[in-house]
């Protein structure tokens, strides 16, 4: 794919306090309130500052910065920071256990940490920074504006075994940005909500979403994220996050144009709601490799993903989806080195994604992955597709369909899900019935079980995760 031209020539920041100065770029809460706000100018100023702390503290070019801590301003400040002095900024999950964390850290063989939790630092091995200090004299720092230079590690959820750390460029994660934003409406005017962690693919995709249009981003505290979904014009959110909005008093006023939904396969009935209260919905297809998106479109009533964005390929190899582009990532992060995603034929620059995919009337339809197929009595099963049959049962909100084993079977297949009326017995007879109508024997779910709380605060469910919980219920 042909090189396209570069976004910036100096630190967007930089450039937006150029042409943008009085502009609200950061805002605490709602920007027309009494809330906290940095225009581009201060946002440049408060950069430059947290850069000179973490300098003073010994940070170099092409280190990495390991951040355990939930979104918020400092966060924030210092992931900006972290790109602007030359090193590499990774996000964990601070909610994983200790056990968890240590591993992936132990894997990452990271040069600093930085923990919002003192008692949570205190546990972790590692140089850890401070935020606070004030520098006495600053110093200069030699770094400039180069979008081909490395600047985030994200980790993958991975079906089994460590997640991969998978790691981007300034230009992928900007053309990433153009390429969605050619067919989404996101002008200098308006608002998106950090509303997805900074240790996710989707979280960065919003930053850089902002520095790409000079808009405004919007951070607040967790427990405040429905109703800030009032003072912005955009967000990114999985399905359950949309559901939780249209169904409180906070839909009555607001100001949200355009929601981008991902995470999980989206009920129709949703998305109409969300139409029905004035908000676009968006859908689409992607993955920690490709900087998020790679297709989209308009939510409908197809199960479809829409059409590959701009500066994205994509091909399907005897049903594999392949893919390339500028988006794509510089590789894998092992023992300090980048090791190419590709295979060791020079000539084949397409990334097989394990994804499998069909072409209908242009659009193109998941079918799966091809490492989620299980048998059950001789018949091959893809989960995806059972699920999609689940999702247009007006009472089903949310599913993952798991393989239970069976000792005639070899394995059949339960359904984890989320309804919108009580799973009783009642409503798992209708169910049942439901898809007796709609599937083969072999794909009927043997059994119905309410997805826990603790699985839905995540932006993409890890089926490796409710397996292992599933198998606490046989």
């Known amino acids: 794919m042909a090189q396209i031209k570069p976004a910036f020539q100096m630190w967007p920041w930089q450039y937006w306090a150029e042409h943008r100065p009085a502009e609200v770029a950061v805002a605490l809460g709602d920007a027309n309130a009494d809330a906290v706000t940095w225009n581009w100018i201060e946002v440049t100023a408060n950069i430059e500052k947290y850069a000179q702390r973490l300098v003073a503290q010994g940070v170099k070019r092409d280190q990495l910065v390991a951040v355990v801590a939930p979104n918020s301003i400092e966060v924030l400040w ?83 075994g460590l997640p991969k ?8 994660h900007l053309a990433s940005a153009r390429g969605l934003l050619k067919q989404m409406t996101f002008t200098a005017d308006d608002s998106w909500l950090l509303s997805l962690p900074l240790f996710h693919i989707s979280g960065l995709a919003i930053v850089w979403r902002w520095l790409y249009r000079g808009a405004s981003i919007v951070v607040v505290a967790p427990e405040l994220q429905q ?41 129709v ?43 994205r390929e994509l091909i399907l190899r005897d049903g594999e989806i392949c893919v390339r582009g500028n988006v794509l990532c ?30 209908h009337d242009d659009e193109l339809f998941i079918r799966g992955r091809a490492d989620n197929m299980f048998i059950s009595g001789g018949e091959n099963v893809q989960p995806e597709d059972i699920e999609q049959v689940l999702l247009q049962h007006p009472a089903v909100n949310q599913v993952i369909v798991l393989p239970m084993t069976d000792q005639e079977f070899g394995a059949r297949p339960v359904a ?59």
Not at 165 to 172: G, K, L, R
Not at 257 to 266: D, E, N
């Open 78 to 160: 210092l992931l900006l920071a972290i790109i602007r002095v030359g090193a590499r900024y990774v996000g964990l999950n601070p909610k994983l256990p200790l056990n968890a964390l240590t591993e992936q850290l132990t894997a990452l063989n990271n040069d600093y940490i930085w923990c919002d939790n003192s008692e949570l630092a205190a546990e972790l091995a590692g140089e850890t920074l401070s935020l606070m200090p004030e520098v006495t004299s600053e110093r200069l720092i030699p770094v400039m504006w180069q979008e081909h230079r490395p600047v985030s590690l994200t980790l993958t959820s991975g079906s089994t």
């Open 330 to 359: 510089l590789g894998y992060y092992r023992n300090k080195t980048i090791f190419s995603l590709l295979g060791c034929d020079d000539d084949d620059d397409w990334f097989a994604t394990k994804d499998l995919g069909e072409w």
């Open 269 to 311: 009935s949703l998305t109409t709601a969300a139409q029905q209260a004035g908000i676009e919905c968006w859908s689409g297809y992607g993955m920690t490799e490709m900087a998020s998106t790679i297709t989209a479109k308009r939510a409908n009533s197809s199960a479809g993903v829409g059409t590959v964005l701009p500066h």
């Open 227 to 267: 109703q800030a979904l009032q003072w912005v014009t955009h967000a990114s959110l999985v399905p359950t996050q949309l559901q939780r909005f249209l169904n409180s008093d906070y839909v009555q006023q607001h100001k949200l144009k355009q929601v981008l939904l991902g995470g999980a396969t989206i009920p």
């Open 416 to 474: 984890i899900l989320t309804t919108s009326e009580t799973l009783d017995n009642y409503l798992m007879d209708k169910l049942a019935s439901y898809m007796s109508q709609h599937v083969a024997p072999y794909k009927r779910p043997i059994r119905y079980i309410t997805l826990p709380e603790k699985f839905t605060q995540n932006v993409k469910i890890s089926r490796a995760d409710l397996a292992q919980w599933l198998a606490t219920q046989e």
């Open 165 to 172: 750390a998978v790691v981007h460029n300034a230009q992928s």
